[in-house]
């Protein structure tokens, strides 16, 4: 017995079995949590549909999150399944790998717009599809941000925007959902190995210099950010909204490196 047992939800996002958003739906379904998916594109649906398999789960819905009819497709699919959902665990940015290098200046207007069009506005897009399905019984949506929003991480560039952008969205959601019983919150994990992390210039060294440098010694793992998601999405977490809540092993309180690294 889990303490999700009869909860069900949407994961957006997974890439591969190494991506956060598989991390958060392997603990949630270890806590017996029932699962549907999205991807994009026909190379993400290869690797996602082995993944979903293994855990038992058989809706899959292709998306993409600049598409209206995708969108609604999806979840007019997961209303025919379910008559509600109980949480959506948004894992979906993007940003062109050739301006996560140099300088956020150079940074140009199409990117941009495009950087927040997915990675920002998404949020909103699927919190508005998937409110109908929580309104009666509430529900618990989540996000997944980084420290590059509120202070300069090399060549995180546009994307720091992006996710100041998400994280305020959340606050706002969280306002405007909480007397649906609706809970909004965003996980930050620290620097991390997977597909998304390694398109950010530099990204070897910022895992490094991180894992030196937080308190504990270490970054996140993928069950840790898994076991933030099954506490936010639990009873344990239904008082809790609005959060930014950071998994990076301290590494966010500290003002200078280390001692023994200066």
Same mark, same amino acid.
């Given at each position: ?34 699962? @549907?998916? &999205?991807?994009?594109? *026909?190379?993400? /649906? #290869?690797? =996602? ?9 058989? %809706? ?32 979906? @940015?993007? &940003?062109?790998?050739? *301006?996560?290098? /140099? #300088?956020? =200046? ?9 950087? %927040? ?55 706002? %959601? ?89």
């Amino acid at each position: 017995m889990g303490i999700l047992n009869n909860k069900k939800g949407l994961i957006m996002g997974v890439a591969n079995e190494r991506s956060i958003a598989w991390g958060i739906a392997k603990a949630l379904s270890d806590q017996g949590a029932e699962l @549907a998916f &999205s991807y994009q594109g *026909e190379q993400f /649906g #290869r690797r =996602l549909k082995p993944l979903a398999d293994s855990i038992g789960s058989k %809706l899959i819905f292709e998306v993409d999150v600049t598409d209206d009819v995708t969108l609604d497709k999806c979840f007019d699919g997961l209303s025919k399944k379910w008559d509600n959902i109980d949480f959506l665990v948004h894992a979906i @940015a993007y &940003s062109e790998k050739s *301006e996560l290098t /140099g #300088r956020f =200046l150079d940074t140009s207007r199409k990117n941009f717009l495009n950087t %927040l069009n997915i990675s920002t506005y998404s949020f909103i897009e699927v919190a508005r599809r998937a409110h109908p399905l929580m309104k009666d019984k509430g529900g618990c949506l989540i996000s997944l941000t980084f420290q590059g929003s509120n202070r300069v991480s090399p060549f995180y560039n546009v994307m720091g925007v992006a996710k100041a952008g998400l994280e305020s969205a959340t606050r706002y %959601l969280a306002a405007d959902l909480g007397p649906d019983n609706i809970r909004v919150n965003a996980i930050s994990p620290g620097p991390m190995r997977t597909l998304a992390g390694a398109a950010v210039g530099g990204a070897r060294n910022t895992y490094k210099f991180t894992e030196r440098n937080s308190p504990l010694g270490s970054n996140a793992s993928l069950e840790a950010v898994g076991g933030t998601a099954v506490y936010l999405i639990s009873d344990s977490g239904k008082f809790t909204s609005g959060e930014i809540i950071v998994v990076d092993g301290g590494y966010h309180i500290m003002g200078m490196p280390r001692a023994e690294n200066i």
